[in-house]
């Protein structure tokens, strides 16, 4: 790709002049013949966007969040269901997909949390739904990367998130909408996201089944008082369902609530060092759509 442009926020910043190249290059590459390629295996993947201009984080997914609600003895605000709930998360430095995520300490309730995510063109302040339907380029994968004692530090003060949110880490490809053909329904991802732990299946919810707010509606809705500048990522919120038994979780937060309602105690620990986490969409199939995340936890003394 550097030969067309140096990197992807270059590309987005002028999407209409290299959007067609960049489909012509990535033609050539499915053909196999582009010349002096290089095997996947063989490289060691950087985020496709290590810094981001402004990274949005929805909260999109009820089951997930009622969870998170009852954890703190409280009942779900229906008015989260009737219009996207934000934070403005950490984007100056992203986390490539094989990258160790570092903590000074593991006293903090250290969880993962599955995440789709769509990057963004220029969006106007106050866009439509068909105006920020639009305005979506690129889709992604996302793990962000929570701790769950600190936040819930946090939500006592009423303030945040800040501390409770260190990194965020992007699968290494992002691809257009029209990548996903049938499985981009409504502007949702409709496919499993499949979420080890260790190499054991922790969830494989379906993306877009859950989802209150499709991406075209939380575009929109990020745009009410601000532009939204090119290269923005808006997340849709850890992905979730309500047939748990079958498909699981996304994040070790809702296997603990579940254990405090079926024993009436949390069973499960958070992340350990050392430990590992894959995050996956796949297709029918079986290829994989925005590669994998698979990263080790790891603590020092002197964190990163």
């Given at each position: 790709?550097?030969?067309?442009?140096?990197?992807m926020?270059?590309?987005?910043?002028?999407?209409?002049?290299?959007?067609a190249?960049l489909?012509e290059?990535?033609r050539r590459?499915?053909?196999?013949?582009?010349c002096?390629?290089?095997?996947?295996?063989e490289?060691?993947?950087?985020?496709?966007l290590?810094r981001?201009?402004?990274?949005?984080d929805g909260?999109g997914?009820?089951?997930h969040?009622?969870?998170?609600?009852?954890?703190r003895?409280?009942?779900?605000?229906?008015e989260?269901?009737?219009?996207?709930?934000?934070?403005q998360s950490?984007?100056?430095?992203?986390?490539?997909?094989?990258e160790?995520?570092?903590?000074g300490?593991d006293?903090?309730g250290t969880?993962?949390?599955?995440?789709?995510v769509?990057?963004?063109n220029?969006?106007?302040?106050?866009?439509?739904k068909?105006?920020?339907?639009?305005?979506?380029?690129?889709?992604?994968?996302?793990n962000?990367?929570?701790?769950?004692?600190?936040?819930?530090?946090?939500h006592?003060?009423?303030?945040?998130?800040y501390?409770?949110?260190?990194k965020k880490?992007l699968?290494?490809?992002?691809?257009?909408?029209?990548e996903?053909?049938?499985?981009?329904?409504n502007?949702?991802?409709?496919?499993?996201?499949e979420?080890?732990?260790?190499?054991?299946?922790?969830?494989?919810?379906?993306?877009?089944?859950h989802?209150?707010f499709?991406f075209?509606?939380?575009?929109s809705?990020?745009?009410?008082?601000?532009?939204?500048?090119a290269?923005?990522?808006?997340g849709?919120?850890t992905?979730?369902?309500?047939?748990?038994?079958?498909?699981?979780?996304?994040?070790?937060?809702?296997?603990?609530?579940?254990?405090?309602l079926?024993?009436g105690?949390e069973?499960?620990?958070?992340?350990k060092?050392d430990d590992?986490?894959?995050i996956?969409?796949r297709m029918?199939?079986?290829?994989?759509?925005?590669?994998?995340?698979?990263?080790?936890?790891?603590?020092?003394p002197?964190?990163?």
């Open positions: 790709m550097s030969h067309i442009v140096g990197t926020q270059e590309a987005i910043d002028s999407w209409s002049k290299y959007s190249p489909h290059e990535y590459l499915q053909e196999g013949t582009l002096a390629t290089v095997p996947i295996s490289l060691r993947w950087r985020a496709p290590p981001a201009y402004q990274l949005l909260g997914y009820r089951p969040l009622e969870l998170g609600f009852s954890m003895k409280q009942s779900f605000p229906e989260m269901a009737e219009k996207p709930s934000f934070y950490v984007s100056d430095s992203i986390l490539g997909p094989t160790d995520f570092i903590l300490t006293d903090l969880d993962f949390e599955a995440e789709l769509v990057v963004t220029d969006v106007k302040q106050m866009a439509t068909v105006e920020g339907a639009n305005g979506i380029l690129l889709v992604g994968l996302m962000d990367i929570s701790l769950r004692l600190t936040q819930r530090v946090e006592a003060r009423g303030f945040g998130f501390h409770c949110k260190p880490t699968a290494p490809f992002l691809v257009t909408p029209d996903l053909g049938e499985h981009w329904i502007f949702k991802v409709s496919l499993p996201v979420v080890r732990w260790n190499g054991e299946v922790f969830g494989c919810p379906d993306g877009a089944e989802m209150m499709d075209a509606t939380l575009v809705e990020a745009s009410r008082h601000r532009k939204l500048t290269g923005t990522i808006i849709g919120g992905v979730a369902t309500y047939d748990r038994d079958t498909f699981g979780q996304c994040c070790i937060l809702e296997r603990r609530a579940l254990d405090i079926e024993f105690e069973r499960t620990s958070w992340l060092p590992r986490v894959r996956e969409v029918p199939d079986g290829s994989t759509v925005f590669g994998a995340i698979d990263q080790v936890y790891r603590v020092t002197w964190g990163r």
